[in-house]
């Protein structure tokens, strides 16, 4: 059983329970819940911002709830959900990555109208960003795992000279040599091509761009790329483009949904494919589903396009069917 303090958002949180259909108890601003930790954790990850900051929890026995000293023991005991997720998460966390899956979405080259590489994504039952939100330690070590798996299923399922483009979390990216080093010994146990991957970095708040840069010189002469995620999403984003000068710009995603019925999207876009192309820098368009986006991106002469309309992320992506599509589909505007 479970004990719930909801304050203010006490009616929040009885329109929560409604939606899971779990038995409970409301006296005041505390709910008495019969249901296990999993049970309450599915019903919050759907809760606002305001209620999660607002509740306290902890478990109890039913003994704990008829005794008056016990009673007010669990007051003291209650933690806020960051914390209960935390500790619930940690105590669970090899569980929870080793049910992971690796997904592989295609990036295909317009040149070639080929897939040119794949970005790993680590798709586990708790979301991979709300892992990375719980604290420094569950981020890092999930961080790490997805990586490695990603690295060790890439090698089983794919032959030739596609690329993989591994996600980074900049927080962690502080020590150049610790991480480059760390990466390059990862790639020669695993007898990977260091030419064959490709370092994705996302823009993080707290972005170290003096250890970036390092970090970017140091791959470089390693042979591995680096390809700077979310490009044109605010000041920030086009400051890292310049400090770091990647070898790839991904264009952020809301600048490429609708661009076709956006005059001003349009023109930041052009702008910034310009810039990236006088300064040797290959575009990729992400999260292009739309006929008109993509059509609107070849006539701009971008490298790469990445998104549903050529296929969407599979452990065993169907390689043949998304070169026959991208063939098609590029073929038939270039004609």
């Not at 999260?287 to 065993?316: A, W």
Request: aromatic letters at 10%; one cysteine or more.
């Amino acid at each position: 059983m479970l004990l719930i303090y909801a304050g203010s958002y006490s009616e929040d949180f009885v329109k929560l329970l409604a939606n899971k259909s779990l038995n409970y108890r409301k006296i005041g601003e505390v709910f008495l819940i019969d249901g296990s930790e999993e049970d309450i954790m599915d019903v919050l990850y759907d809760a606002e911002e305001h209620l999660l900051k607002e509740i306290k929890l902890t478990s109890a026995k039913p003994e704990e709830l008829r005794d008056p000293k016990l009673l007010l023991n669990l007051g003291f005991r209650s933690i806020s959900f960051k914390d209960f997720v935390e500790t619930k998460v940690f105590t669970d966390l090899s569980k929870i990555l080793g049910e992971a899956q690796t997904f592989f979405h295609a990036i295909v080259s317009t040149k070639t109208k080929k897939v040119f590489g794949f970005e790993a994504l680590c798709r586990t039952k708790i979301p991979v960003w709300k892992l990375f939100q719980m604290s420094d330690r569950v981020a890092f070590i999930s961080d790490h795992y997805c990586r490695e798996r990603a690295l060790l299923e890439f090698k089983a399922r794919f032959f030739g000279n596609y690329k993989l483009f591994l996600n980074f979390h900049p927080k962690f990216l502080k020590d150049p040599l610790e991480n480059v080093g760390e990466l390059e010994a990862t790639l020669h146990i695993k007898e990977i091509d260091p030419n064959l991957i490709v370092v994705e970095i996302d823009e993080y708040e707290g972005l170290d761009i003096k250890a970036l840069k390092m970090i970017r010189s140091f791959l470089k002469s390693a042979g591995i790329g680096v390809a700077l995620d979310d490009v044109g999403a605010g000041y920030a984003g086009l400051y890292q483009l310049v400090e770091i000068n990647p070898d790839i710009a991904k264009l952020d995603m809301n600048l490429v949904r609708d661009v076709h019925k956006d005059r001003l999207k349009q023109s930041i876009v052009k702008a910034l494919v310009q810039a990236c192309k006088e300064a040797d820098i290959k575009v990729l368009a992400e999260g292009v589903e739309k006929r008109e986006e993509l059509d609107f991106f070849l006539e701009l002469g971008v490298d790469f396009i990445q998104g549903f309309i050529f296929s969407k992320p599979e452990p065993y992506p169907k390689i043949r069917q998304i070169e026959e599509l991208a063939y098609n589909s590029i073929s038939s505007l270039l004609k």
